[in-house]
């Protein structure tokens, strides 16, 4: 079954082919990172209009690349939610007038439950349960992961998510957006330690995250002064310690909790560089299985859509159960994970 993939949700617009039998054919992304770089952060009214430009040249591009004309395509699988309403309104809609015109099966993906399951697209998939550490620009949780759509919250941020801490520690450090690895640029030259940082709810006992305070701590040390470029590296690479020290120790906690051995980590903050080292030294000290998305897949992309909406298709067939076919359809910017039904 081919299944082609669209991802709109925010300032990417992704595009892939999925096989069931062969994997992933090809995949395409755009990225809006130089058209919103000048305001700062993401206008979603331009995003969205990016998206219209984008969507429908990558999807022939894939097509061409994967060799495989529109009408062998057996199903579209488009994020529906969570994001910005405009930007996901387009490839929606894009999604559905494919799906209707075609006559082939049309569903709506949540965008982190693809985000949850793209480690499994790779070579040396891990396998059911798993704790997962979800760390993207919107969202910081630990789950139980037993199964698609099996999904048991452990812990969430109750305010930032890391993504954020990344991206507003860079603002306020006059870096680029996004942040994320603007800072991990910087902190390349920089050592943490320097300056101290808070490590936000490391003690807490519990299996939550609280991210604001850091952006708050980090503006306090910036208006004190940083005089030199080497400061600036110093307080990136603290900024950025002190989020990696709570994301590893938290997973870790998730990992004893739940008496689980295979960690994965999956969204946009999986592709930081310290975060990987540090898992992966408590991988080989604590026999640990930690599994990360491909590079190319840690942010948004269509790949983690088609991939997610042929799991959820091929389980409503093995089911017994209808798929669902083009129609009127809604999406849904504000939509909790915990809300998915398993499949
Ligand atoms: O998953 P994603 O692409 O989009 C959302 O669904 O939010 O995640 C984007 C987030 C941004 O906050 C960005 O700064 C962060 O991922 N990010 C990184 C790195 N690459 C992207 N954070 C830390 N280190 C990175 N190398
Ligand atoms: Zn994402």
């Given at each position: 079954m081919l299944t082609l993939g669209i991802e709109t949700s925010c300032d990417e617009t992704g595009v892939?082919?999925?096989?069931?039998?062969?994997?992933?054919?090809a995949q395409a992304l755009h990225s809006q990172v130089a058209m919103h770089e000048r305001y700062g952060g993401v206008v979603p009214e331009l995003a969205s209009r990016d998206h219209i430009r984008r969507l429908?040249?990558?999807?022939?591009?894939?097509?061409?690349?994967?060799g495989v004309a529109l009408d062998a395509v057996d199903a579209i699988a488009y994020t529906?939610?969570?994001?910005?309403?405009?930007?996901?309104?387009?490839?929606?809609?894009?999604?559905?007038?494919?799906?209707?015109?075609?006559?082939?099966?049309?569903?709506?993906?949540?965008h982190l439950e693809g985000h949850l399951l793209s480690p499994l697209l790779s070579a040396d998939a891990p396998d059911f349960p798993f704790v997962a550490l979800l760390v993207s620009g919107g969202h910081t949780q630990l789950l139980r992961v037993d199964g698609v759509g099996r999904y048991a919250l452990l812990g969430e941020s109750v305010d930032d998510a890391a993504g954020e801490a990344f991206d507003k520690s860079a603002k306020l450090l006059g870096l680029g957006y996004?942040?994320?690895p603007a800072i991990a640029r910087l902190a390349e030259s920089g050592t943490p330690g320097r300056f101290e940082l808070p490590r936000p709810k490391?003690?807490?006992?519990?299996?939550?995250?609280?991210?604001?305070?850091?952006?708050?701590?980090?503006?306090?040390?910036?208006?004190?002064?940083?005089?030199?470029?080497?400061?600036?590296?110093?307080?990136?690479a603290e900024a950025q310690a002190a989020i990696v020290d709570v994301l590893v120790a938290k997973s870790l906690a998730a990992v004893r909790a739940t008496g689980l051995r295979t960690l994965v980590i999956a969204g946009g903050v999986s592709a930081n560089r310290r975060l990987r080292e540090r898992l992966a030294d408590a991988s080989a000290r604590d026999g640990l299985r930690v599994c990360f998305p491909e590079p190319a897949?840690?942010?948004?992309?269509?790949?983690m859509i088609a991939f997610a909406g042929a799991l959820r298709l091929r389980a409503l067939r093995e089911a017994g159960l209808a798929v669902p076919h083009a129609g009127g359809f809604d999406v849904r910017p504000r939509w909790p994970l915990e809300q998915l039904a398993p499949a």
């Open positions: 892939a082919l999925y096989d069931d039998a062969r994997g992933l054919l429908l040249p990558l999807t022939r591009q894939v097509l061409a690349e994967a529906e939610g969570p994001g910005l309403a405009g930007a996901l309104l387009v490839g929606a809609a894009v999604a559905q007038s494919l799906g209707f015109a075609l006559g082939v099966p049309t569903l709506g993906v949540h996004p942040g994320g490391l003690h807490s006992g519990d299996l939550d995250f609280s991210f604001s305070g850091l952006k708050t701590a980090v503006a306090t040390r910036i208006a004190r002064g940083l005089p030199t470029e080497q400061s600036r590296a110093d307080l990136a897949l840690c942010t948004d992309n269509g790949a």
